[in-house]
Each structure stands twice: as structure tokens, then as C-alpha cells.
């Protein structure tokens, strides 16, 4: 089986394709849902506009916050029935796109959001949807998985083939202005992505060829995207591997870096991004093994260190380092301590890390003390 959107729209002005593709779903009213905030409304009414201009309906829903919440969802929810939506529209970087997802499954199925939790749970398939990408590197667009926060604050992974969007947009024009902060940590997001799907126990030939182009797309273009925004080659190379490692990991999974990274975010309250690009390094040097050698071998190539004349462990070695290189390059020059981790915590976040489902298809078996060896590697 290999999950993905129907439809998959890539390249710059693709978004303004989004009314004609409305009107082929059947869609009359969409429900559009967007950040909360300035940006969001914006984005919002950007969407809103265009499905109206094709003659689709919009009632827009500019409230999704970081991590959205199950009252968002029951909120989003009601204001789909009270106004008769047959379809929903998502435009942002993951919440928005989470919290669409959270909103589809209870108008087709009701109940709450926290009934869903786990693998598999929801019966009826979401409405048409149509997902817009703001930022390159979360790959919500085109997943299965939903993270949304429940009352006690508490995080719900979920996780559905029938909540993956109908139709994936990733257009450069939409994320021109994103800053170079955000720039740098969703690309490191969308490098971790394709390096876990790669390495991953459940990688596949499919998955292994999407997650390689992602890895040398990003090698390639991050760094430019980063010091020149308005680069609408860079940031469009950027759509395309976060668009590529996002399909591969929504069906090889990832790994210990975001099974560390999840409990790290929450508890600190530190961006996605940022936690994975801290995290990285450390992780792929721990899973790089006798087993796992050519795999990171094969990295280098992407990351443009490799040597055909080299053996797999010294290709190997200098995939690491480029890792490292790249981190550096794109701004991320701190360790844990300079964003206030604490290490007395650092038992408690690696228990959590052991509960993350996503590590399970690490490509090395990790204990607690692993865990917390690779907190404290970070730790500077
Ligand atoms: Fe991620």
C-alpha cells in the first residue's frame, strides 16, 4: 500500500488552480481554515478569494493556533455544519493544517477529537480537501498523521489514511515572505523527514528514491532559500523536497530524531524545526552502524560528499559531517543549553521519547540511557 494525495500540485502560481480543482470535487462551500493571526487572515482570505472567483463558496476560519486544540477542532467543526460546508480548505504550515484534518474527521464522523487518537480509528473519509503548504518542510499536505492538543493540554497523534488531503499544493509564491529563521528550521524538518524515511526499518525502492532527491534538493537549495527568500528557484526546489519527503516518511515513517524532538518541542515549548535540526547529527551518528553504513553512504551522494572510490563507512563519515556543515550554514549554531533545556529533565523528556510511536522504525534499537546519552551529546 502507498498513501498519498489524489492530486499533487508543485510550482510557482499553482495555488491559483485551487478554484477550478474546487468546482471538479463538487464542492459549493468550502471551509477555509487558516492560522490564527494577521498572516493567517490574510492566507485566509487569499484562498477564500480565489475559490469564490471559480464560483465555490468560502466561509473562512483564520483560528488554528500552534499545536491546535480540541476546542478549535469542535469550534471549526460547528461553523462547517452551521454553514453548510461540503468541503474543507487548509492554508499554512502544519496547525493549519492539522487542525483541518481534526475538523474533517469530526464533520464526518462526530464524537471528539480525542476518540480518534492511535492508528486507524477513523471510519468515514473527511470531505473533499484541498491543503495549501505555506512552509516547506512539515509535509502535513500530503500525511496521514494530525497532532492536536487535547483539554489537559496533552498531545494526540493521530493517524489515518482517510485524513490525507485530496489535493496537496505547494506553491513558492506562497512562501516568498517566510524569514529566514523559519526558512532554515521547516527545512531541517524536511531534511529530517527524507534521512529517517531513508534509513528507516519500513524503507522501501519507492520511498528510498523520493527520500534521496529530497536529501540533495535540500542540500542544494536550503542554504540559498535561507540567505535570499525572494530566490523563487531555491524556494520551489524547497516545495519539491518538502513535498518528496514528506510522501516518503508518510509511508517508511521516521525515527528517533523526532521521537527525541516531539517531548523536547512540548516541553519547552521550542519550534518543530529547530528541535530536529539540533538533533539531527547526533542521532545519525548513533544510527550509523556496520548495518546501516550503505544507507548513509548513499546519503553522501545526495548531500554531495560522497566518492565513488570511498568505502561505505568513509562516505559514511563525511554524510555526517556534511550534516553538521549544513546545520551550521543555515543558522543553527547553538546547542540545548543556549534555548534554556535543562538537564535534570532530561531522564523525564527520554521516557517520553521511549513512548513516541514514530521511533519505532529506527533503523537501531535505543534504550533510556541512549536516549539520554544523546540529550546530553546536544547539551552545550
Ligand atoms: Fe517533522
Redesign the pocket.
Known amino acids: 500500500m502507498y498513501v498519498l494525495p489524489a492530486i499533487n500540485m508543485v510550482g510557482a502560481g499553482c495555488v491559483n488552480r485551487i478554484g477550478r480543482e474546487a468546482r471538479r470535487l463538487g464542492g459549493t462551500k468550502a471551509l477555509v481554515v487558516a492560522s490564527v493571526g494577521e498572516v493567517g487572515e490574510a492566507q485566509a482570505k487569499q484562498i477564500g478569494d480565489i475559490l469564490q472567483n471559480a464560483g465555490v463558496d468560502a466561509v473562512l476560519f483564520p483560528k488554528a493556533m500552534p499545536n491546535p486544540t480540541e476546542e478549535v477542532i469542535t469550534e471549526g467543526a460547528e461553523c462547517y455544519k452551521a454553514n453548510n460546508c461540503d468541503m474543507l480548505a487548509a492554508v499554512g504550515g502544519g496547525s493549519a493544517i492539522d487542525a483541518a484534518k481534526g475538523i474533517g474527521i469530526i464533520a464526518a464522523n462526530g464524537g471528539e477529537i480525542a476518540d480518534y487518537e492511535g492508528s486507524g480509528k477513523v471510519k468515514h473519509v473527511l470531505p473533499p480537501f484541498i491543503a495549501v503548504a505555506t512552509t516547506a518542510?512539515?509535509?502535513s499536505e500530503v500525511t496521514q498523521f494530525a497532532v492536536i492538543s487535547d483539554k489537559s493540554h496533552k498531545k494526540l497523534t493521530i493517524v489515518d489514511r482517510h485524513m490525507v488531503p485530496t489535493i496537496s499544493v505547494n506553491d513558492p509564491e506562497m512562501m516568498l515572505s517566510m524569514p529566514p529563521s523559519l526558512t532554515a528550521a521547516t527545512g531541517m524538518?524536511a531534511l529530517?523527514?527524507a534521512i529517517e524515511a531513508y534509513v528507516s526499518n519500513k524503507g522501501t525502492p519507492i520511498n528510498a528514491c523520493k527520500a534521496w532527491q529530497a536529501i540533495k534538493l535540500v542540500a542544494d537549495n536550503l542554504p540559498i532559500a535561507v540567505k535570499n527568500g525572494h530566490d523563487i528557484t531555491a524556494r520551489e526546489n524547497m516545495c519539491c523536497a518538502s513535498f518528496l519527503a514528506g510522501i516518503a516518511f508518510n509511508n517508511a515513517g521516521?525515527g528517533l530524531v523526532?521521537a527525541m524532538?516531539h517531548p523536547l518541542g512540548g516541553h519547552y515549548n521550542l519550534p518543530?524545526?529547530l528541535c530536529?535540526a539540533l538533533l539531527l547529527y547526533a542521532v545519525c551518528k548513533f544510527n550509523l552502524t556496520q548495518e546501516t553504513a550503505h544507507l548513509f553512504a548513499e546519503i553522501s551522494m545526495a548531500l554531495g560528499t560522497g566518492r565513488g572510490w570511498g568505502s561505505d563507512r568513509d562516505n559514511a563519515e563525511a554524510a555526517l559531517k556534511a550534516i553538521k556543515d549544513l546545520q551550521h550554514e543555515v543558522g543553527f549554531n547553538k546547542g540545548l543549553k543556549d534555548y534554556g533545556v535543562k538537564r535534570e529533565n532530561f531522564s523525564m523528556l527520554a521516557e517520553l521519547a521511549l513512548l513516541e510511536s514514530v521511533g519505532k522504525n529506527n533503523p537501531r534499537r535505543f534504550s533510556k540511557e541512549d536516549v539520554i546519552t544523546l540529550y546530553e551529546e546536544c547539551y552545550w
Open positions: 518542510g512539515t509535509g524538518d529530517t523527514h521516521l523526532h524532538s518543530h524545526g530536529n
